[in-house]
């Protein structure tokens, strides 16, 4: 059974930063491209952003210059480095793993921002 474990959530006050991390297995994440996505409550779940295994990142227009997606390939790990948070952003964020085989989701982790 695949796993992606996410950390890293929580609140934070406008303006403020938070990076949430994503493992998963060796395997997985070597054949994967992974991403970040996000559901706000009553709407539907959208792209955040997406890493390939090449590095190349692909971000949704409302976290351009604010949101990085990065991956460790030592430690299976991808990571969203989340600045200048809105309280728009507020949303569970799930990390994603997609690949020949199939597509697999994290649990989420809920990221707030209010004041």
């Known amino acids: 059974q695949v796993q992606l474990v996410e950390s890293g959530g929580g609140l934070v006050q406008p303006g403020g930063s938070l990076r949430l991390s994503c493992t998963t297995s060796?395997?997985?994440?070597?054949?994967?491209?992974m991403g970040w996505y996000r559901q706000a409550p009553g709407k539907q779940r959208d792209l955040v952003a997406t890493i390939a295994n090449s590095g190349s990142a692909n971000y949704a227009d409302s976290v351009k210059g604010r949101f990085t997606i990065s991956r460790d390939n030592a430690k299976n790990t991808v990571y969203l480095q989340m600045n200048g948070l809105e309280p728009e952003d507020t949303a569970v964020y799930y990390c994603?793993?997609?690949?020949?085989?199939?597509?697999?989701w994290g649990q989420g982790t809920q990221v707030t921002v209010s004041s």
């Open positions: 994603n793993a997609k690949n020949y085989y199939g597509e697999y």
């Open positions: 060796e395997i997985i994440f070597r054949i994967s491209a």
